[in-house]
């Protein structure tokens, strides 16, 4: 499918997603939907009566507990049957995610361990990764900072004026753990295997580093581990051709899916956060681009134009992971030097998260915002530098960016539940952040290639 058309077809597939989902939720879901927010009303309802019933034995107490089950099992059912109804939908994207996520983890070592192997010796790799790491804690940092800074002029949290959640509210959301050995054991794998098998990125990034520098090391015996893993890279990079013919359809069922679910109500409740997070993207997208601009000059513009199908797909799947192989495609296409890229854009994708950074500063301080919870800029500053710790190695998947967050809104007496506020609207956000990651991360390996005098 030749590039014009691909992103033609995408752009249908989004405009088409919004156009059934709106349909399909007017005509079957949105009578669904009005059960379940009945039943959650009844249960909010049941639940302060039975605060003020102080006696547990009586028969009134009793009968509100009876009658809060019965609400809680109407809106379990209605969930089932909306997702029931909407999995005709789902299994779109959920084919294409599994597709794509079936051939990102063998293309990440072979790529990679290929790419550290031509670069030859440890301090040629030690230097690339410096200036790798440099710009990534940077786009970081600006990132993070960008989110805070914006937020603060926003105060989209203060004019939305919400009601503290019910603090039985469930999040369903596991938080990230801070702690060292927690960190350690996401980064370092025990198994090779068990991590392709689970798709944990940065331990296969850890491991494809170790493996390619052996290669190296062992002179011409190594030369045919590389050209048998770069014939299985080409492999899979033909592999990924075909499976990238069925983005549009991929697009078509996440968008109306999400549509479908929540209706078009959910863009115009909070139309106010969308707007100002999604303008905020535009700020930083510009800011990327110029910082690219000073070292590209005006192939940075080319860069863009050749990504844009990537940025589309990550866009309307709601995950950066997506578009990896078709990143890795299209900066070889723009003459970066195939070892640069393979070491760099993996890295990027455990690293240098960009619209997922600007986002966790920006909901964090948002929630904050909604309870009226005063943050200091010293306290404020804390928890940027926190979410860049803990944010290191977060995946490149949907909701990635809620997990870290909440395991961080307790250091500042944020109330977690506050996340069922962001957990309607986040399929929608996503959207952004995930094509801002892909920006970020080909910006950020054609800036090493052109340091290290490799883009042609």
């Not at 956060?273 to 000073?294: C, D, K, M, N, Q």
Request: hydrophobic share 55%; net charge positive.
């Amino acid at each position: 499918m030749p590039k014009n058309k691909l992103t033609l077809y995408i752009f249908i597939a989004l405009i088409l997603g919004v156009l059934v989902g709106y349909f399909y939720n007017v005509s079957i879901i949105n009578p669904i939907n009005n059960k379940i927010s009945t039943a959650e009303s009844s249960i909010k309802n049941l639940n302060r009566k039975l605060v003020s019933e102080k006696d547990t034995t009586t028969s009134v107490y009793k009968t509100l507990a009876s009658q809060k089950q019965a609400a809680i099992t109407i809106r379990k059912a209605n969930n089932t049957l909306r997702d029931d109804k909407l999995v005709g939908f789902t299994i779109l994207s959920d084919i294409f995610l599994r597709l794509i996520k079936m051939i990102v983890a063998p293309l990440v070592f072979t790529t990679l361990v290929v790419g550290v192997a031509k670069v030859g010796d440890i301090s040629a790799v030690g230097r690339i990764g410096g200036k790798t790491l440099l710009w990534f804690l940077s786009a970081t940092l600006v990132s993070l900072l960008l989110g805070m800074v914006l937020v603060n002029f926003f105060e989209p949290g203060s004019s939305m004026h919400l009601s503290l959640p019910d603090s039985n509210t469930a999040t369903d959301i596991k938080k990230s753990a801070l702690s060292l050995k927690e960190f350690v054991s996401h980064v370092v794998p025990k198994s090779f295997f068990e991590a392709m098998a689970n798709n944990e990125i940065l331990q296969i990034v850890v491991f494809s580093i170790f493996f390619g520098i052996g290669t190296a090391a062992i002179g011409e015996k190594g030369l045919i581990i590389i050209k048998a893993l770069d014939a299985i890279a080409h492999v899979i990079l033909k592999v990924t051709g075909y499976i990238m013919k069925l983005a549009p359809l991929a697009v078509f069922g996440a968008i109306t899916a999400i549509i479908a679910k929540e209706g078009l109500g959910v863009l115009s409740v909070y139309a106010v956060f969308i707007g100002e997070f999604y303008f905020s993207l535009i700020i930083l997208w510009l800011l990327i681009v110029l910082a690219g601009f000073f070292i590209l000059k005006n192939r940075v513009f080319t860069l863009v134009n050749n990504i844009k199908d990537a940025m589309l797909v990550a866009f309307g799947t709601s995950t950066s992971e997506a578009a990896y192989p078709k990143v890795l495609i299209e900066l070889e296409r723009f003459g970066c030097n195939n070892k640069i890229v393979s070491f760099v854009l993996p890295l990027g994708y455990s690293f240098n998260l960009d619209g997922s950074m600007m986002y966790m500063t920006f909901a964090s301080i948002f929630l904050a915002q909604a309870y009226n919870i005063h943050l200091p800029i010293p306290q404020q500053i804390t928890m940027l530098l926190v979410l860049m710790l803990t944010s290191k190695g977060i995946a490149g998947v949907p909701r990635a960016s809620l997990v870290v967050i909440a395991g961080t809104m307790a250091m500042f007496n944020i109330p977690e539940v506050g996340l069922a506020l962001l957990i309607g609207i986040d399929p929608l956000l996503d959207m952004g952040r995930s094509a801002t990651n892909v920006l970020g991360n080909a910006m950020a390996t054609a800036v090493v290639s052109k340091w290290e005098g490799e883009l042609s």
